[in-house]
């Protein structure tokens, strides 16, 4: 099982929520889509997550519309959301 960095900083008793996962994916990767956030973070539905973050701690996110093929051969569209620059 790969171990993300949030991990191995927790303390025992610290658990992190799946708002703070993403914060602090996105704070150390850029960015995070649908994809990313199920397999290196384990969250299913990010979209409504990166909601109640925007919500309920204030913080913006941009959105991107990305395009890309599956393995077969399809095409999907997804979303990539990075945090909004403060000024």
């Known amino acids: 099982m790969k171990t993300t960095n949030q ?3 927790m303390t025992p008793k610290e658990k992190l929520t799946q708002r703070k ?3 602090n994916y996105v704070k150390t990767n850029g960015f995070i889509d649908r994809l990313t956030a199920l397999v290196d973070c384990g969250i299913f539905e ?3 997550r990166v909601g109640e973050i925007e ?3 204030g913080v913006k996110f941009n959105k991107k519309r990305k395009k890309g093929k599956s393995r077969f051969g399809d095409s999907y569209t997804c ?3 990075s945090l909004e620059e403060t000024a």
């Open 7 to 9: 991990e191995a900083e």
């Open 21 to 23: 996962r993403i914060l």
């Open 46 to 48: 990010l979209s409504a």
């Open 55 to 57: 919500k309920k701690e």
């Open 79 to 81: 979303v990539e959301y």
